[in-house]
Each structure stands twice: as C-alpha cells, then as structure tokens.
C-alpha cells in the first residue's frame, strides 16, 4: 500500500487549506482512513478518521467544527478540509491506513509520507 499526501503550505490564521491523501495498493474500501499531526517537540496526535464507506466520521475537539474529513472511494483519496486555521495548527500531517475505526497511531497500518502545514499568526 502506498499513501501520498498533498496539499500542504503555508496560510494565515484564518486561512484555510485542503489536504489530499491518494491511496494505491489495496482495496481503498476496505480501510478506514485517518488524518494525524506532528508538531515540532510534540507527539503524533489523531486529528480525524473516516469509516470505509464514509458515513461516519471522527474528530479531536480541537478540530471539531473547522476541519472536515471526506473520502472518495471511486477516486481512491481522502481529503480533509481545514478552515479558521490556528498557528496552533501548525504541524506535519499524515495520512493513514487502518482496518477498523481507532484513535491511536499505532493502530493504523499504512502511512503517508506528511505534508507541512504552516500557519501564521
């Protein structure tokens, strides 16, 4: 399974950016998918996750209700939707793969390679 993420840059606070993540390999359905971050000095924390079909979705509270998780399973790729970005956003993203719905990085099995997202305040 491959994993490439895009979409990455730099945006002011209150910008807003889109992340892509492509997926090759496998059967896309078959995964739930998952967005993760890493700052600078900090663990990888979970961001959001997507169930295989996309009818449920998973976010941490501090994204909730500015970051939006979507998939397309015609098109192999998962997307997450970032608005009102925070400098606190600020982070190295990573795509990822698991076979069940979990919080926690080490559950997942497949990664992307990370996208940087620098916002300024």
């Known amino acids: 399974v491959q994993l490439q993420a895009s979409g990455g840059g730099l945006v002011q606070a209150g910008g807003s950016l889109r992340l892509s993540c492509a997926f090759s390999?496998?059967?896309?359905?078959?995964?739930?998918m998952g967005w993760f971050r890493q700052a600078p000095g900090k663990e990888r924390e979970f961001v959001t996750a997507i169930s295989w079909s996309g009818s449920n979705t998973y976010y941490a509270d501090s994204v909730k209700g500015r970051f939006t998780i979507s998939r397309d399973n015609a098109k192999n790729t998962v997307y997450l939707q970032m608005n009102s970005l925070k400098a606190e956003d600020t982070a190295v993203y990573y795509c990822?793969?698991?076979?069940?719905?979990?919080?926690?990085?080490?559950?997942?099995?497949?990664w992307g390679q990370g996208t940087q997202v620098t916002v300024s305040s």
């Open positions: 390999g496998r059967a896309f359905s078959d995964y739930v």
């Open positions: 990822a793969a698991a076979k069940r719905v979990i919080f926690r990085s080490v559950g997942y099995d497949y």
